[in-house]
Every structure is written in structure tokens, then in C-alpha cells.
């Protein structure tokens, strides 16, 4: 009170003081621009200046106060929307943990249109349609979420691709997934979700091209067992085109075929056997005798293939005294091999060599007896005349194939 009492006094004080000096001498004041002219006294300028001044200062205060609501204002909304967004996110995920399919999906969307971060809220609230059965739904929601996902997108067409294969669409996940690759070539997820598709879809080629990157990313038996039914699958489909305008043209794509074949699957059991097998059945078997042996020569000793060296046996050869050769070769490294005997006393029949195909099978039956040394030699002494021979290895063979069978009661013998 006391203070209000003195800036009254001193406010009065100061108007008297300058009524006197307006009084003394009120001065004089010109401001000329162009043809205007203003005349004042120097002291109605200075009284307008100095009420122009605390007309500009109020009308800042005024100012800054209106902004200082307007921000308050901003604020009590924000939290007041993140208080909804975030009630609106844990109702949701407590539906979608109770497995309330609808309400879940219904909840989770509203919140997503108030969080600031909703891209996982719009996956989660997807998810939640697509249990419900709203598989449309669900697909436009991952879509509306890729367009704001910006450097998430990728997680956002995974998941969309995933959800086309779950319900029977491999072809427009195969679209969503190759158009991925195309900026982003190593995406993992990607890469194995692609492989699923094109083995669904037996696109064999398309899934070759991509077997190099997911060698990195699998497991090694995982990958050998993908590469193999690839692989194998491709140069079936290969071989079975249609159109093709000769048997040469034929033959030439399945070479071609299996010269982008990894080297680690060209000694490959089932790789290299179905090539031979296409190659035999479309008649071209010298090129099935050069591939055999090759991918014989080429294996490491630690994966002699038995099935390679029992193709090897079986291949009627144009030139089978060629092929008794090569086959003698390997003996000379594997004299004991009872698969390479097998084979060399098959492909001395070829050539009508008797003695020498008995005692190949012979020393087969010695190593390791099994049907088929057996049959052979069955066959092969029965057309010599040695039936005590044929018997006794027919025998063999019956017991052989006998081993094989469960152990079952049967009745007493009759005498």
C-alpha cells in the first residue's frame, strides 16, 4: 500500500514538473517526407512517442500471453492424446492376449491413428484381423502402415508376404518378396521366406539364382538338402519342357542346365544321378558316360559315391570296352571296392568276357556279399552250367534278402 502511495506521488510529482517545462518553452517539431509536412511541439511528440511505446509494449505482453495459452493449450491435448493412445494400446494388447480377435483389432487401429510411433501397433492390430478371419482387412492395414514406415518398410512387406503365404497366395507374396529384393538383395528374412514361395510355387530356376546368398544364412545340411531338391527339381523340369524342336536341342539345354550346378553337388548322389538318368532316358549316353565319370573322378575319396559306381555299372555303353577300361582304372586304386568289382564284373558281361566277369563278381560276392553280386552270379553260372554254383549262390541270395525280414512266428516245419 505504502509502495502504490509513492509511485502515485512520484508519478505527480514527475506531471508537474513536466506541465512546467511544457509551460517554460513547449519547443518545436518538424517532420518533412516528400510533400507531407508534420509540426508538433517538441512535447506532444514526445508524449505521443512515449504513448505509442507502451501501446507497442502492451500489445507484446498480450501477445506473448495469447501464445502462452495457445502452447498450454498444445500441451493439455498432447497429453491429453497420449494419455488415450496409450490406455487405448494396453486395452487392445490385453484383448489380443485373450485372444478377443475383434475387439482387439478394433482397439489396436484407434490407437495406432493416436501414437506417435505406430507401426507396431498397426502390425500387432493386423495380426489381430487376420485371426479373426479379416484377411482383407489385415492386408490394407499392412499396406497403409509400408506407406509410413519409411526405413521400416522392409519389416512391413515381410510381414505382408508372410501373410499372402499363410493363406494360399505364393504368387503375390512372390511379388511383394522380389520387389523387396530388389533394394535390399541380402534381406535375410526375404531371402528365406523367398525360398518357401518358389519351392511352393516349382519356380526351380528362380530359386537356383537365389541359393548362393542363403548359403550364408543357413545351416549347412539344411542348405545341401535345399541346393540338392533345387537342383535336381530344375534340371527334371529342364528335360521335361515341351517345345523343344529336336533331341539335340533337348540334350543341349539339360548340359546347359547343369553347368550352372554348384561344383560341390556335381558328385552329389541325387544331383548327379538324376542328371544321368535324364541324359539316359533321352537316349544320349555317351554324353551320360562322359558326365558319370566325371563326377566319379572328381569326387573326393572321403565321398566315393557307391550309387555313382552303380549307375557306372549299369550304363549301357556304346563302347563298353572303353567303359571296362575306366572302370579298371578305378580298380587299380580300389581293388577291394566291392561296388567297383560289381560294376567291373557287369561291364565285362558287356563285353562277353565270362572268366573275367566271374571272377569280378566273385571277388564282389567275397568282399561283400549282396542280392544283387548274388543274382549275378546266379545268372551268370547258370548260363555257364554250373548249376552246384548257382544254387549255392541263389542260397545266398535268399538269406541275404531273409535278413532283412522281422523276426515273426511261423509254424513248425514238416518233415
Given at each position: ?20 517545462l511544457v509551460l517554460d518553452d ?305 580298380l587299380a586304386m580300389r581293388p ?80
Amino acid at each position: 500500500m505504502k509502495r502504490a502511495l509513492l509511485w502515485v506521488l512520484a508519478a505527480l510529482l514527475l506531471g508537474t514538473v513536466a506541465g512546467q517545462l511544457v509551460l517554460d518553452d513547449p519547443g518545436y517539431l518538424m517532420v518533412t517526407w516528400h510533400e507531407y509536412v508534420l509540426e508538433t511541439s517538441l512535447w506532444v511528440a514526445v508524449a505521443g512517442t512515449a504513448i505509442l511505446f507502451l501501446a507497442l509494449m502492451l500489445a507484446m505482453g498480450l501477445l506473448n500471453t495469447l501464445i502462452d495459452a495457445a502452447e498450454t493449450l498444445r500441451r493439455w491435448r498432447a497429453e491429453r492424446r497420449a494419455r488415450q493412445a496409450r490406455a487405448l494400446t494396453e486395452q487392445g494388447l490385453a484383448q489380443y492376449a485373450e485372444a478377443d480377435w475383434r475387439k482387439a483389432a478394433s482397439t489396436l487401429l484407434k490407437a495406432a491413428e493416436l501414437v506417435d510411433a505406430p507401426l507396431l501397433v498397426r502390425l500387432t492390430g493386423a495380426r489381430a484381423a487376420e485371426e479373426e478371419g479379416r484377411i482383407d482387412l489385415a492386408e490394407q492395414v499392412l499396406r497403409e502402415a509400408r506407406a509410413e514406415a519409411g526405413e521400416a518398410a522392409p519389416l512391413v512387406d515381410v510381414r505382408l508376404a508372410a501373410l499372402k503365404m499363410r493363406h494360399g497366395d505364393a504368387a503375390g507374396a512372390r511379388l511383394v518378396l522380389e520387389r523387396l529384393r530388389e533394394k535390399f538383395p541380402r534381406h535375410p528374412r526375404a531371402l528365406t521366406l523367398l525360398a518357401e514361395v518358389y519351392t511352393q510355387l516349382q519356380a526351380w530356376q528362380a530359386l537356383t539364382t537365389i541359393l548362393p546368398a542363403l548359403q550364408k544364412l543357413m545351416k549347412p545340411a539344411r542348405w545341401e538338402t535345399l541346393a540338392r531338391s533345387a537342383w535336381t527339381a530344375h534340371l527334371a523340369a529342364v528335360a521335361g519342357e515341351a517345345g523343344y524342336p529336336s533331341r539335340k536341342a533337348r540334350i543341349d539345354a539339360l548340359q546347359s542346365a547343369w553347368k550352372h550346378v554348384p561344383g560341390e553337388l556335381r558328385s552329389d548322389d541325387s544331383v548327379a544321378g538324376t542328371y544321368i538318368d535324364l541324359l539316359v532316358k533321352h537316349e544320349a549316353i555317351s554324353e551320360a558316360q562322359s558326365a558319370l565319370e566325371r563326377a566319379i573322378n572328381d569326387a573326393p575319396d572321403a565321398n566315393w559315391s557307391d550309387a555313382l559306381v552303380a549307375r557306372y555299372g549299369r550304363l549301357d555303353a556304346e563302347k563298353p570296352e572303353t567303359q571296362l577300361a575306366t572302370v579298371e582304372k578305378w580298380l587299380a586304386m580300389r581293388p577291394t571296392h566291392p561296388g567297383l568289382l560289381l560294376a567291373a564284373g557287369r561291364i565285362s558281361l558287356r563285353n562277353r568276357l565270362w572268366g573275367k566277369a566271374r571272377d569280378y563278381l566273385e571277388a564282389s560276392a567275397a568282399r561283400q556279399a549282396t542280392p544283387e553280386n548274388c543274382a549275378e552270379l546266379v545268372r551268370l553260372y547258370s548260363r555257364l552250367g554250373e548249376s552246384g554254383k548257382a544254387e549255392q549262390y541263389l542260397r545266398k541270395q535268399a538269406e541275404l534278402i531273409g535278413a532283412e525280414l522281422p523276426k515273426l512266428p511261423l509254424p513248425t516245419a514238416r518233415m
